[in-house]
Structures are given as C-alpha cells and as structure tokens.
C-alpha cells in the first residue's frame, strides 16, 4: 500500500511503535510499521511492565504472552562484605476486582516486543525490518515519506494521512520536525548494561553490591532463561569496556567474588542518564511517542510504560479523525500525554539520584510507579467542573469490576469483568439505574469510527458490590468510558444531554457515513 489510501505510517517498531500499529490494525485501518534495525530488539533493557501497562496490553490482546514470558520482581540481596542483607523492592500484591494485575511484571524487553510484535502479526501486519525513514514531506491532506532499504539503496515513497515517529530518543522523525529536546545528558555517570549466563550466584535475589560514590553492581535474573542482567555503575573517567575478561575481571574486583562468571553476553550496552522531554508531540500530520517524546533514567521502571500509553491515548484519536471527528481530538494527544511524561521523568530522575545517597527512597516501589494514579483530569477532555461519584472524575481510569453475567441465571452465575465488556476499539457507556438507563437508550451514536458498547447495571442486584465501591455512584449515573480505559464523561443528572455534548468532542458527526466503523 504505497499511495495515499495508507492512513498512517509508523516508524520504529519498539513497543510504543507496535502498540500504536497493534491498535490502528485492529480498528481496521491500514498501517504500516517499519524498523531501520535488521531485527527485532535482543537485549532485557527495560525490564519492568507496571499494572496500567498490563491492563491495556489485556485489551490489546498480547497480554497473554507477556505473562508467560515473566513473573514478579524476586527481592533484593543487598551483599554487605559477608553479610547479605534481605530486601522487598516490590510488595507482592493480590490482584483485587478493580485491580486484576496489581504486581510490576518482570520481563525482558526482547519479550514484550515479540509479545507485540505477534500480536501485530494475529492481525495481518509485520514489521518491516531493515526499513530507514531518511525524510518526509508534509502536504495539506497527507505525509509522504521516503524510506530505503538496510544498506540506502532502492528508496521507497510512501503517502500516509498521518505519521508518527516512535524511533526513540535520537528520533528522525523529531528532529526532522526542529521539535526541541530539552533536558540533560551527564556524560560522566555511565553504567555498563549486559545480558549474560553468570554462574556461582543464585537466581532467587536481585543482588547489589554497594560501592563508594554511588557506584555499585547488580545483577538481575531474567525469568525462564538462565541469563542475568548485569548493572555495573562506572565511576567518572573509569573506561567502559565491555570485553567479556575485563568485565569478570571488574565484577569480581568489586563483589570480591572469585566464584562468579559471566559467559554467552547476549546484549551489551553503556547507560548514559539522558533525561529530555519534547517541546510539543504534534506538528501537522506527524506526531512522535515513547522515547522519541521523553527519555528517562531506568529507576522506577516508567520509560517503556509511558510510551505504551502514549501510543494507547494516540491510536483510538487517529481512529476517531480518520472517520470525520474534528482534527482538534489530535491536538488532546499532547495536551493529555505531554504533563503526564513531565511528572514521570520528576520521579524516575528523583529515584536515580538518590540512588547515590543509599536512601532507601531509591529501591524502595509502591503506587506511584503503577501508573495506575495517573488522570486527565483537567485536560481538554476532561474539564475540572464536570459531574463526579463518591471516588471517580472525568479523566480518571476507569477501574476493573465484577458484574452479574448476562443472561446467566441467579442462582449460578459467574461473574463479568468489566475490563472484559470494555475490550476492543469502542467506548463504552455504563447505565447505573433506571432513569440512566432509559437514557442511555436514547442516546444517539454516530456511525462511523469507534462504535458503543452500552451495558445496563441493575442498582437493585446484590451482585454489583464491586462496582459500587469502584464506581461509587450514588445515585442514577451514566458513565462513557473512552477506548482508552480512562472515563470520558460522568453523568448524574440530565444525562442524555451532557453525555451527547461530551461524545461530539470524541466522535465524527452524526451526518457522516464511514465504512470503516470498527466495534
């Protein structure tokens, strides 16, 4: 598909990119996604999946994958001379029913990437590998790019209605665009990353040895593999080498661990703290997410997750434009998304820096990590003077729930997940009550772009207790749910009205026809 009928192009197929590329293709349209790399990712690099990223990979369907390929973070083994000091970096949490993956997954990046990667290919895509973007052109109604093969020969023109740069923090895309990087680059704190089989060391401990000056080296397990990833904190003008003898020969010098060996490095990098936040995310057509918008240090394990979810708020807006809704939705992306990576890089930079003090702040993870917090409350689509419940606003997620199964009897029924009920590309409306119900069967939908789904809650039935006390409504309530799992309006009074006034903000209008309305 090379001409103009292609509506968007994705370059970099990292998991923002195949995110975004996953989501377009399920809503029908027609992506491509390409990759100047010869392949796919090989090293652990960002490690750590948070619950709110586990939730939308649940809807995107890879979520399946990512399970089987990690597990829960194991506790930290702090090597103190001949003393190893027991440490939980992570609470191990139950899964409750509004929150059904409460636990940062560990799982190499290669993981989450062949998790997409065959989730895209589920929905007849692949990633062109071996595929460089080296320029583009923007025109009034289209994009059009020019790409070569591995090696820049027999360049390729490809027209798009859209393109949206996911190449990471040395973006072409972005700096193509004259998009402004600000931030900082410490070229002196470095720190050796590789994926290795170690033997002498047991898999059941994230082991740290401390250094003087913050320096210290780690090794994290990777599950259902036999490899480490090793951390070696370098100190300033020390050489980085990554020769496999000298970097034994440096870990044993400084755990004083004449038994450990590291053999087979798989993948081998030198960590730089490069801690940048674009100007904007939005010039005309093109659009840029995960690092190609926002570089972090690797504490607390929010880099990879932010540009998920950049892509997971960007791909249900490009849907809803390419069926007729006002191009302004576009403009949301960044006004939603751009607050959200600067509060992120606060903390992951804060819980890099005290990792040279030992403070405990720095290992320690709670909520603030998961992601699960995170609101748009106040943006562009979700103003601050809406209606609210006893523990919902307009822009929050909106949490998991149990719900009678439809059609099962009283006396035996098994129990519905909301998350379940909201799976796929359309928004869907929750009716609590009778009079939101009776509204909610009025409420006119147009027939184009995301479709909705509408589910009825009998205030009455003593089965919905979670989702009293997830939802707290205390009254009759209509709430829209966005394609995004966040709430996109609440309703507890004149509900037909103001919930028809806050879908045209997010939906083509109702005279527009579109064949590709997707459930």
Not at 30 to 42: C, G, N, Q, S
Not at 83 to 97: N, S
Not at 210 to 225: I, K, M, N, T, W
């Amino acid at each position: 598909m090379n001409g103009p009928n292609l509506d968007v192009l994705v370059v970099g197929a990292g998991p923002a990119g195949t995110a975004l590329a996953v989501d377009l293709a399920r809503r029908g349209l027609d992506v491509r996604i390409i990759d100047k790399a010869p392949h796919a990712f090989d090293g652990s690099r960002a490690k750590g999946v948070q619950p709110r990223t586990l939730e939308l990979l649940h809807d995107l369907g890879a979520l399946d994958d990512v399970l089987a390929g990690g597990g829960v973070y194991p506790p930290l083994g702090i090597h103190l001379g001949p003393l190893t000091a027991p440490w939980r970096m992570y609470r191990v949490r139950r899964a409750t029913p509004d929150v059904p993956y409460p636990n940062t997954w560990l799982i190499p990046q290669y993981r989450t990437d062949r998790a997409l990667h065959a989730r895209l290919g589920r929905l007849g895509r692949t990633v062109e590998f071996g595929r460089q973007l080296v320029g583009f052109t923007q025109g009034p109604d289209s994009v059009t790019a020019t790409v070569t093969d591995d090696g820049g020969k027999e360049a390729e023109r490809i027209t798009a209605r859209y393109l949206v740069g996911a190449d990471g923090g040395s973006s072409a895309v972005r700096k193509q665009l004259g998009i402004g990087f600000v931030g900082s680059t410490d070229e002196q704190d470095r720190m050796i990353i590789v994926d290795a089989r170690t033997t002498g060391l047991s898999r059941d401990r994230w082991h740290v040895w401390p250094g003087p000056g913050g320096r210290f080296v780690g090794a994290c397990p990777l599950p259902d593999s036999d490899l480490f990833q090793w951390m070696v904190r370098l100190a300033p003008g020390e050489e980085a080498s990554l020769d496999e003898q000298q970097l034994n020969e440096r870990i044993r010098s400084h755990t004083r661990d004449r038994r450990l060996k590291l053999s087979g490095i798989r993948w081998k990098s030198v960590f730089r703290p490069n801690i940048r936040l674009a100007e904007r995310y939005r010039s005309g057509r093109v659009m840029i997410v995960g690092d190609a918008a926002h570089v972090h240090t690797p504490a607390g394990a929010q880099g990879l997750n932010t540009g998920v979810q950049d892509a997971y708020n960007l791909g249900w807006k490009l849907g809803q434009v390419l069926a007729g809704a006002d191009d302004r939705l576009l403009d949301s992306y960044e006004a939603e998304r751009l607050p959200i990576a600067a509060s992120v890089l606060g903390l992951s930079t804060a819980k890099y820096e005290a990792l040279s003090a030992y403070s405990t702040s720095a290992i320690r993870r709670g909520g603030d990590e998961s992601q699960l917090g995170l609101s748009y409350h106040g943006g562009p689509l979700a103003p601050g003077h809406g209606d609210r419940t006893k523990t919902l606003r307009v822009g929050d997620r909106a949490p998991d729930a149990e719900l009678p199964h439809p059609g099962a009897d009283a006396a035996g029924r098994v129990p519905a997940r909301l998350f379940d009920l909201c799976r796929g590309p359309h928004f869907t409306a929750v009716a609590y009550g009778t009079r939101a119900a009776q509204a909610l069967d009025r409420l006119d939908w147009a027939p184009s772009g995301a479709r909705l789904k509408r589910i009825t809650v009998d205030a009455t039935d003593a089965g919905i207790q979670t989702f009293r006390r997830a939802y707290g409504p205390t009254g009759d309530t209509l709430l829209l749910i966005r394609p995004d799992g966040y709430i996109g309006h609440i309703a507890t009074d004149d509900w037909l009205n103001t919930t028809h006034a806050a879908a045209r903000t997010m939906t083509p209008p109702k005279g527009h026809t579109d064949t590709n309305a997707f459930a």
